[in-house]
């Protein structure tokens, strides 16, 4: 008899089932496990307010606190040249570096000492002259004295009939030219005083152009004012050089400076304007000023480095960076110099200045990493959970942000980011940071 087709099917699967089901019975039933908290593992840091020192960088480059440029104030031949004067070189105070021909500026000075020299006889003789007219006038008013009284009797005479009137006469043209004699040596004595007043003058003039006629002839030195260091001479010898004609530029090379860009915000924390919530008057500048310390570092080797010192702000922004020129002086920048291992500072060197503000008041401080999504922080509360806060940055510098508010000192602070930050969630310490 021929089975079905369907029916072969059967005994496979009835085997099937039958072993499942044994396989079911005889099993373990699975094991039960509780619901474990979910946490994470992260670093953290204590926070702690903190005295931080404003730092701010600018760059700019070196220029000479003084230059010198040698200007003739009087013509001439230039006749003798220092044989140092030359560009680089370097002159010390004092060091006549060039002689104007001298000879017309002495001739000057000759003509008005001489004329000096005449005036004093010319005054000197006025004296004399002085003292003679003062004999002459006391002998002449004696002499009139006796004319006066010879007319008088001679007069008297007269109306009595005693004399011939060609007597009184004759006395009276004597006694006439007694008095013209007199009031002449009178008139000639006042005008002793104007003459005197004339010579005062012209001797006055005369010192005046004697002065100026030496002060000519010292002008034909040319004299180095400070030390410095010669950048480029004009004039070569036996050259005629006119008034205001240039001789010399030079760099003073006793003291630098260097304008350097800072920005507006930073230079006025770097003051202590900004961290003490004050006003910052020009009156104040300076008493800040001295309050900030100031390094100066090559840019091509950070290594070679000079003290320096904020002096002052040029009287303008910067009309492209809308920043603060402010000018740091070194002194004695030539000090330490051993080419080429150490350099002196010189003008057009590009250069680092590094400005360190006063001390600021104290504030919590953090690392930049643990301010998240730019001012949220996680925190480790006292049951080790999760709590996010918003925080104000006042400020960030070398890595550190400043808080102006959100975080007290003394509360945990996690450092690591978290993914999810999950509110509540459980934190775990990895190791605490100091």
Same mark, same amino acid.
């Given at each position: 008899?021929?089975i079905?087709?369907?029916?072969?099917?059967?005994?496979?699967?009835?085997?099937?089932i039958g072993l499942?089901?044994?396989f079911?019975?005889?099993?373990?039933?699975p094991?039960?496990t509780?619901?474990a908290?979910?946490s994470?593992?992260a670093?953290?840091?204590t926070?702690?307010?903190v005295s931080?020192?404003?730092?701010?960088?600018g760059?700019?480059?070196?220029k000479?606190a003084?230059?010198?440029?040698?200007?003739?104030?009087?013509?001439?031949t230039i006749i003798w040249?220092?044989?140092?004067?030359d560009?680089?070189?370097?002159?010390?105070s004092?060091?006549? !570096? #060039?002689?104007?021909?001298?000879t017309?500026?002495?001739l000057?000075?000759?003509?008005?000492?001489a004329?000096l020299?005449?005036?004093a006889?010319?005054?000197?003789?006025?004296?004399?002259?002085?003292?003679?007219?003062? &004999?002459?006038?006391?002998?002449e008013?004696s002499?009139?004295? #006796?004319?006066?009284?010879?007319?008088a009797?001679?007069?008297?005479?007269?109306e009595r009939g005693?004399?011939?009137?060609?007597? #009184?006469?004759?006395?009276? &043209?004597?006694?006439?030219q007694?008095?013209?004699?007199?009031?002449?040596l009178?008139?000639a004595?006042?005008?002793?005083p104007?003459?005197?007043?004339r010579l005062d003058?012209q001797?006055?003039?005369s010192k005046?152009i004697?002065?100026?006629?030496? &002060?000519?002839?010292?002008?034909?030195?040319?004299?180095?004012?400070?030390?410095l260091?010669v950048?480029?001479?004009?004039v070569e010898?036996?050259?005629?050089v006119g008034?205001?004609?240039?001789l010399?530029?030079?760099?003073?090379?006793?003291?630098?400076?260097?304008?350097?860009?800072i920005p507006v915000?930073?230079?006025?924390?770097?003051?202590?304007?900004?961290?003490?919530g004050?006003?910052m008057t020009?009156?104040d500048?300076?008493?800040?000023f001295?309050? !900030?310390?100031?390094? !100066?570092? #090559?840019?091509? $080797?950070?290594?070679q480095?000079?003290?320096?010192r904020?002096?002052?702000?040029?009287?303008?922004?910067?009309?492209?960076?809308?920043?603060?020129?402010?000018?740091?002086?070194?002194?004695?920048?030539?000090?330490?110099?051993n080419p080429?291992?150490?350099?002196?500072?010189?003008?057009?060197?590009?250069?680092?200045?590094?400005?360190?503000?006063?001390?600021?008041?104290?504030?919590v401080?953090?690392?930049?990493?643990?301010?998240?999504e730019?001012?949220?922080?996680?925190? &480790?509360?006292?049951?080790?959970?999760?709590?996010?806060?918003?925080?104000?940055?006042?400020?960030?510098q070398s890595g550190?942000?400043?808080?102006?508010?959100?975080?007290i000192?003394?509360?945990?602070?996690?450092? $690591? $980011?978290?993914m999810?930050?999950?509110?509540?969630?459980?934190?775990d310490?990895?190791?605490?940071?100091?």
């Amino acid at each position: 008899m021929k089975i079905p087709h369907g029916l072969r099917l059967v005994p496979p699967i009835a085997i099937g089932i039958g072993l499942a089901a044994w396989f079911v019975s005889t099993s373990e039933p699975p094991g039960r496990t509780q619901d474990a908290e979910r946490s994470v593992v992260a670093r953290t840091i204590t926070a702690e307010a903190v005295s931080l020192r404003t730092v701010v960088r600018g760059y700019g480059d070196v220029k000479a606190a003084r230059s010198w440029e040698a200007v003739a104030e009087v013509a001439g031949t230039i006749i003798w040249r220092h044989p140092d004067l030359d560009t680089g070189n370097i002159l010390a105070s004092g060091t006549k !570096v #060039l002689k104007i021909d001298p000879t017309a500026y002495e001739l000057a000075v000759a003509e008005a000492e001489a004329d000096l020299k005449a005036l004093a006889a010319d005054l000197a003789q006025l004296d004399v002259d002085q003292a003679n007219t003062s &004999r002459l006038v006391a002998l002449e008013e004696s002499r009139q004295q #006796l004319a006066e009284a010879e007319l008088a009797r001679v007069r008297d005479l007269v109306e009595r009939g005693v004399a011939a009137q060609s007597a #009184l006469d004759s006395q009276e &043209r004597t006694t006439l030219q007694v008095r013209r004699g007199v009031e002449e040596l009178r008139n000639a004595a006042a005008l002793i005083p104007s003459r005197r007043a004339r010579l005062d003058a012209q001797v006055a003039r005369s010192k005046a152009i004697l002065a100026r006629s030496r &002060r000519d002839l010292e002008k034909t030195d040319i004299v180095v004012p400070f030390d410095l260091r010669v950048g480029r001479v004009h004039v070569e010898r036996h050259q005629f050089v006119g008034v205001a004609q240039p001789l010399v530029t030079a760099d003073d090379i006793n003291r630098v400076e260097i304008a350097a860009q800072i920005p507006v915000m930073s230079f006025r924390r770097l003051l202590g304007g900004a961290a003490q919530g004050d006003t910052m008057t020009l009156s104040d500048m300076p008493e800040r000023f001295a309050q !900030v310390s100031a390094e !100066v570092r #090559l840019v091509s $080797d950070p290594s070679q480095s000079w003290t320096g010192r904020l002096v002052r702000v040029e009287s303008a922004l910067d009309p492209q960076a809308r920043s603060v020129p402010a000018v740091i002086e070194v002194d004695a920048p030539y000090a330490g110099a051993n080419p080429p291992l150490r350099l002196p500072l010189v003008p057009n060197m590009y250069v680092e200045v590094v400005l360190i503000g006063p001390d600021m008041p104290a504030r919590v401080t953090l690392p930049d990493s643990a301010i998240h999504e730019g001012g949220l922080v996680y925190l &480790r509360n006292s049951d080790g959970r999760l709590e996010l806060r918003d925080v104000t940055v006042a400020w960030r510098q070398s890595g550190q942000a400043v808080l102006a508010e959100g975080v007290i000192p003394g509360e945990e602070v996690i450092l $690591d $980011d978290l993914m999810p930050a999950i509110p509540g969630l459980r934190v775990d310490l990895a190791g605490a940071a100091k």
